[in-house]
């Protein structure tokens, strides 16, 4: 049996895309003057958590925070380089790092983190204000799903009409492009790249998905009632809820070769409609040299020493 193939994972960040593999994590990112800068960080293997990455559900929860301490790394790295048009003022300067931020946060873990306390209890209140005509769990449930839902679409869709937020998303379809590209055995080159799905399975926006759906279910096996302890519960329950969902996820991404079961994972392909734009050439360009500068060191960790790294 030959060895299983790696898996990689990335994010958009500002003006540029973070890749990891299974010890090594390399941002690109472009700045003004078009050249290209580099980013290296080693993955901090801690034998409890790796064996905690070993057990269902607790594993998904660890995978987060993981990723969370990664790709805050990355992103203050990104954060740092960016170049703000010369030509604006000092509060318009301010104004597009900040959108740009905010842009990282949507397909960011950290801002995953934070939305999931604020998409979880929200939708409670606003469920409760109609308890008088959906009296019933059953009613209160799918009604509290249906406000969570509605609120990530409508967040999603408005931020992503920002022009500045525009172009994190164009990273993010970038990023998906080139995974997508080398998953099907083709060469990095931006005619190939360019001729991929900017969707693809394993995809964050996927899993923000995922949990929606998946709390929908758990939240069935247990009371509504008094407010404030469903309050509590849907609190304690996250943890639950995320690493089930990390766990559908999963597995939808195996499946997904398989005709009929392929299917159980396009809600979060649909949602990643909203969450990636069509990059430009040049983007994808950033997105192929940080795929390529990641399998350098990882064919020669010695390299990484000629990055920024912290």
């Given at each position: 049996?030959?060895?299983?193939?790696?898996?990689?994972?990335?994010?958009?960040?500002?003006?540029?895309?973070?890749?990891?593999?299974?010890?090594?994590?390399?941002?690109?990112?472009?700045?003004?003057?078009?050249?290209?800068?580099?980013?290296?960080?080693?993955?901090?293997?801690?034998?409890?958590?790796?064996?905690?990455?070993?057990?269902?559900?607790?594993?998904?929860?660890?995978?987060?925070?993981?990723?969370?301490?990664?790709?805050?790394?990355?992103?203050?790295?990104?954060?740092?380089?960016?170049?703000?048009?010369?030509?604006?003022?000092?509060?318009?300067?301010?104004?597009?790092?900040?959108?740009?931020?905010?842009?990282?946060?949507?397909?960011?873990?950290l801002s995953f983190l934070f939305g999931?306390?604020?998409?979880?209890?929200?939708?409670?209140?606003?469920?409760?204000?109609?308890?008088?005509?959906?009296?019933?769990?059953?009613?209160?449930?799918?009604?509290?799903?249906?406000?969570?839902?509605?609120?990530?679409?409508?967040?999603?869709?408005?931020?992503?009409?920002?022009?500045?937020?525009?172009?994190?998303?164009?990273?993010?379809?970038?990023?998906?492009?080139?995974?997508?590209?080398?998953?099907?055995?083709?060469?990095?080159?931006?005619?190939?790249?360019?001729?991929?799905?900017?969707?693809?399975?394993?995809?964050?926006?996927?899993?923000?998905?995922?949990?929606?759906?998946?709390?929908?279910?758990?939240?069935?096996?247990?009371?509504?009632?008094?407010?404030?302890?469903?309050?509590?519960?849907?609190?304690?329950?996250?943890?639950?809820?995320?690493?089930?969902?990390?766990?559908?996820?999963?597995?939808?991404?195996?499946?997904?070769?398989?005709?009929?079961?392929?299917?159980?994972?396009?809600?979060?392909?649909?949602?990643?409609?909203?969450?990636?734009?069509?990059?430009?050439?040049?983007?994808?360009?950033?997105?192929?040299?940080?795929?390529?500068?990641?399998?350098?060191?990882?064919?020669?960790?010695?390299?990484?020493?000629?990055?920024?790294?912290?």
């Amino acid at each position: 049996m030959g060895n299983k193939a790696p898996v990689y994972g990335g994010q958009a960040l500002l003006e540029g895309v973070m890749f990891g593999g299974k010890d090594h994590t390399v941002t690109a990112i472009r700045r003004n003057d078009d050249s290209i800068e580099y980013y290296y960080a080693k993955k901090e293997k801690k034998p409890i958590l790796q064996k905690l990455k070993k057990i269902p559900v607790l594993r998904g929860n660890v995978a987060l925070i993981e990723s969370a301490a990664i790709g805050a790394r990355h992103m203050q790295f990104s954060g740092d380089r960016y170049d703000v048009d010369p030509g604006e003022e000092e509060n318009s300067q301010e104004m597009s790092k900040l959108q740009m931020i905010l842009g990282v946060a949507v397909v960011g873990v950290l801002s995953f983190l934070f939305g999931k306390f604020v998409f979880t209890l929200v939708p409670v209140f606003i469920a409760e204000l109609f308890k008088t005509w959906i009296p019933d769990k059953t009613g209160q449930i799918l009604l509290e799903t249906g406000i969570k839902l509605t609120l990530l679409f409508v967040y999603l869709y408005f931020i992503s009409l920002m022009p500045m937020i525009k172009r994190v998303f164009q990273y993010h379809g970038a990023e998906h492009k080139v995974i997508n590209c080398h998953e099907n055995g083709l060469d990095l080159t931006v005619e190939n790249v360019q001729k991929q799905s900017r969707l693809h399975y394993r995809c964050g926006s996927s899993f923000i998905l995922f949990t929606v759906i998946v709390g929908m279910f758990v939240y069935f096996l247990f009371p509504t009632d008094p407010l404030w302890l469903r309050l509590i519960i849907r609190i304690l329950l996250i943890p639950v809820v995320i690493g089930i969902s990390f766990e559908v996820l999963q597995g939808t991404n195996a499946l997904r070769e398989i005709p009929v079961l392929k299917y159980l994972g396009y809600p979060g392909l649909w949602l990643q409609l909203l969450t990636t734009k069509e990059p430009k050439d040049d983007m994808v360009e950033v997105s192929i040299a940080s795929f390529k500068k990641l399998h350098e060191v990882e064919k020669n960790p010695e390299i990484a020493k000629e990055l920024h790294h912290d």
